[in-house]
């Protein structure tokens, strides 16, 4: 437990941390202070904290020291990178701590085009990283989140892509890192963890580290340097804003029924064909196509009209990596796949043709580039501001159904949410093994109300689906509905325990993070 | 600027801090050494300083949860309101950071005062119409005798007191050209005042509102029917800033890049060739605030034998010259570290030339260029107008 006030150790831990970091780049100022005390999320809105100091470290050597002060004086870190969370991880939950920011930490420092591998401080981007890389047709596929979103926080956030069908989760594409203990240790992960051995296996040597830093949401140290794969990008150099990229061909195949469509979203991923397979959520379409708020609000107000056209629809992307042909393959399968199941193919060209009068106009190259380099996911936040995954399990995809049914039940109970628009994602992941099943709920940040009901809805849903459908939480940060959750099931007593003992045994001052994952 | 901040408040607080102003757009980003897009935040690192921290210290003003301090003076005014935020926000938000950071100054402003530098300027303008300090008299001293006015031109070219005071070559070429090509035109002169976007941009609302009453009036009695500028503030704070207080105005307004774009068009002017690879810089009151980008690249790629080289950060996302809103004033070291940063970026295109359609980007850049290896020349963009109209 954190013992000292740093209000009492001010001048003495200011000046340690100013040492370390440099005059410029440390401030206690409320007007600096202030911006870090919330984040979009509704549990950083609903108790706004500021941090004490924010230092702007530039290296790994200067994070080691500022934890080895913070130890010394028992003061809670709090790291923030890009600051693009939604779920109050990066903000202080308690008075009095520093804040770690990782801007200067910013540099891509190596792209090795030959063995396909990038190494990236945390405050690269995918943007950036993509913009470089695709000159040397490489990319590392985009998250589903903004692309300024830092590439280290989503992995070890456990952060989605659009191409999980065909690379799996992004974490898989984890070589190595350097990280930095609570205490100010070092470890490196993987081949670098045996000097000069260079970046290209990561488990071990023994137990693959690297799993305790993904999704224990920085409670455990600070990675200050990771080790991706790369992939072979075919689509130029530059994105080209009106069409798809270079040997890239789009489809979106439209069922009358959810049933028919998840029986297209697991064969798409068994056939092995495509790029990204994705069922895209009607409010994704409707918010987050349209380059105007006022085309979303207007979409948006005539949205039963939509609701046959967008509800039943599955995004397909084949890219030829190899050889042209593969698009003519992917084609024919796509539509045999179509025809098995009841489903119609449109290509963009015939979707244009065929769409609701108020679906013209709204811009293609959202569909192209999104998926490549994102940029319209926050325009599904422009609605109401706040926005959570009330619903977010990984599943037997054709159990995605009855999860889709539930939660439509169970959110004509949720005041808030327009649930006569009710539509989640499903991605088929790793083949199609299994899906990620994504429900998003709107809210406003300015009512408290909300902010309350939004948080009791997600606890609720969570606790039905984990009792009614044996659902795995996929966001273990999503701290209100999943800790709370599991640590309450029996059966997950001893994985609760061993994950106490790992927090004690690197974090023994408990100094780290506090608060946003183990309470 | 017209916004109120009592009722922009439930828009700010619903910023989702998706981050997207921070950088140029995505889409369109072809490296990271020119990937940024807030000189502000870019300088000075701490959050405060990009657009999201700047809508989170709005909040906590009207919420009263942090005063006026040194340090918040300084975000607030360490800014040169490029708008390359709010370009980015406006496609996929509806915060407008721009507006809310132009009406946190005003609030400033009105609360404590303007800055000094500020308050230097803002005096020099009262006195004697422009912010350099100079004679009213001198004004004019720019002008070549051959220069043919007309006295009830229904055009008339806005100087404006940068090309007046400072960048004399390009109130010659402007004149210049605009006699070559027999377009009959006065200026406003000795009536000609700062047109106020000094103050407008400080937060001294009310002290551009003298300005701006004092112009339109001049313009009235003239009976002026078209404005031709050569500043791209000035041209900004006619066509954007004035109609906010006033409503549409009864003449019109052109930048002269817009005018040229036009007449070489319309009359098919033919005009000798400038044999060089030029890239061009998009000033930020012309480009991101008056949404004219195609018009100066018209201008430019009717001369033949140009060669346009485009820079990364072009239209909306192009990088700002540093200058703007009051920065050059109050905070020189940073004016020109954000001109260098453009410098450097234009140095990349391998142009020989880069050029621009303002005269205080231009006046930035020559400054900044002193203290950098520049290979190419800075040139006015109405210079080479000139070159090829002669």
């Known amino acids: 437990m954190v013992e000292l006030k740093l209000s009492d150790l001010h001048p003495e831990v200011y000046s340690k941390l100013e040492k370390i ?499 | 600027m017209t916004i109120d901040l009592d009722e922009y408040y439930k828009i700010i607080r619903n910023c989702s801090k998706c981050a997207m102003c921070r950088n140029m757009s995505p889409w369109e980003m072809q490296s990271k050494e020119f990937k940024d897009i807030c000189p502000s935040g870019t300088r000075f690192l701490f959050e405060a300083y990009f657009a999201p921290g700047k809508m989170e210290l709005a909040r906590a003003l009207l919420d009263n949860e942090i005063q006026y301090s040194d340090r918040l003076e300084h975000i607030l005014f360490a800014c040169p309101l490029c708008g390359g935020c709010q370009a980015q926000c406006e496609e996929v938000n509806i915060i407008n950071p721009l507006d809310v950071m132009q009406e946190l100054r005003k609030r400033y402003v009105e609360a404590k005062g303007p800055i000094p530098a500020h308050a230097k300027f803002a005096e020099s303008i009262k006195e004697l119409h422009n912010p350099y300090n100079e004679p009213h008299e001198k004004r004019l001293d720019w002008i070549p005798e051959n220069i043919n006015l007309k006295e009830d031109a229904k055009i008339a070219y806005f100087v404006g007191c940068t090309s007046s005071y400072r960048r004399e070559e390009i109130a010659k070429a402007t004149a210049n050209v605009l006699n070559s090509l027999g377009v009959e035109f006065n200026i406003l002169h000795p009536n000609e005042w700062c047109c106020g976007s000094p103050l407008f941009m400080t937060g001294q609302i009310d002290a551009g509102k003298e300005m701006m009453k004092h112009n339109l009036e001049v313009i009235n009695e003239k009976r002026i029917e078209t404005l031709v500028f050569s500043c791209a503030g000035c041209y900004k704070t006619f066509k954007e800033t004035y109609p906010q207080f006033v409503g549409d105005l009864n003449f019109k307004v052109f930048h002269f890049t817009e005018f040229l774009s036009d007449y070489f068009t319309k009359h098919k002017i033919e005009l000798k060739p400038y044999p060089k690879s030029i890239t061009y810089h998009d000033p930020c009151h012309l480009g991101r605030h008056s949404k004219v980008y195609e018009a100066p690249r018209e201008v430019l790629t009717q001369v033949p034998g140009i060669k346009l080289v485009e820079m990364e950060r072009i239209k909306e996302n192009a990088w700002c010259c540093g200058a703007g809103a009051g920065v050059s004033s109050a905070y020189k070291e940073f004016a020109y570290w954000t001109a260098s940063e453009r410098l450097k970026e234009a140095e990349s295109t391998g142009a020989e030339i880069l050029t621009t359609s303002c005269p205080f980007c231009i006046t930035n850049f020559l400054e900044a260029s002193k203290m950098t290896n520049c290979s190419f020349e800075i040139i006015p963009l109405i210079k080479i107008i000139e070159e090829s109209v002669k």
């Open chain 1, 21 to 519: 970091v440099g005059k410029e780049n440390i401030s206690d100022d409320p007007s600096i202070l202030i911006v870090h005390s919330r984040d979009q999320s509704p549990f950083a809105n609903l108790k706004p904290t500021p941090p004490e100091f924010v230092v702007l470290p530039e290296s790994t050597e200067q994070i080691q020291e500022i934890m080895k002060v913070s130890n010394e004086y028992k003061i809670p870190v709090v790291v923030q990178n890009t600051g693009v969370n939604v779920a109050g991880c990066c903000v202080p939950s308690e008075i009095g701590s520093i804040l770690v920011h990782l801007r200067r930490l910013n540099h891509i420092i190596e792209i090795d085009n030959r063995n396909m591998f990038a190494t990236v401080q945390p405050h690269v981007n995918y943007a950036e990283l993509q913009a470089e890389t695709m000159k040397k047709g490489l990319w590392l596929p985009a998250p589903a989140a903004p692309s300024t979103v830092g590439i280290i926080s989503n992995m070890l956030y456990c952060g989605m892509s659009w191409c999980m069908v065909k690379y799996g989760y992004e974490r898989r594409a984890i070589i190595s890192m350097t990280w930095v203990t609570p205490e100010g240790k070092l470890i490196k992960t993987g081949s670098p963890s045996l000097k000069d051995l260079g970046h290209f296996w990561w488990n071990g040597p023994g137990p693959d580290l690297k799993g305790l830093l993904i999704g224990s949401v920085g409670e455990l140290g600070i990675c200050t340097e990771m080790t991706v794969k790369l992939f072979p990008w075919v689509g130029g150099a530059k994105l080209r804003l009106e069409e798809p990229p270079e040997n890239t061909k789009f489809f979106i195949i439209s069922y009358r029924s959810g049933e028919k469509m998840l029986l297209g979203l697991q064969e798409l991923g068994r056939a092995d064909i495509a790029t990204i397979v994705t069922r895209m959520p009607m409010e994704w379409s409707i918010l987050g196509m349209p380059k105007s708020y006022e085309k979303s609000k207007e979409l948006w107000n005539n949205k039963e009209q939509l609701k046959t056209f967008l509800q039943y629809n599955i995004f397909v992307c084949l890219q030829a990596i190899t050889s042209h042909k593969q698009l003519a393959y992917g084609e024919k399968v796509i539509k045999q796949i179509a025809k098995e199941t009841n489903g119609l193919v449109f290509n963009p060209e015939m979707l244009q043709k065929i769409r609701p009068k108020n679906m013209e106009g709204i811009q293609q190259e959202g569909m192209f580039n999104e998926f490549f380099r994102a940029k319209i996911s926050p325009r599904i936040m422009r609605f109401k501001g706040g926005f959570m995954p009330a619903f977010f399990p990984q599943e037997p995809i054709i159990n995605s159904l009855k999860s889709e049914n539930l939660m439509e039940e169970t959110l004509k109970e949720f005041p808030i949410y327009p649930h006569d628009l009710y539509s989640s994602c499903v991605v088929p992941v790793d083949m199609g093994h299994f899906g990620l099943h994504e429900l998003d709920i709107f809210y406003d940040q300015n009512s408290p109300e909300e902010l309350k009901a939004t948080l009791e809805f997600a606890g609720k849903v969570q606790k039905l689906a984990q009792s009614q459908h044996n659902t795995w939480p996929a966001h273990n940060e999503w701290k209100s509905y999943h800790w709370d959750v599991v640590k309450e099931i029996p059966e997950f007593k001893i994985q609760k325990l061993i994950t106490e003992k790992v927090k004690n045994l690197f974090d023994p001052n408990k100094i780290m993070n506090p608060g946003k994952w183990l309470k």
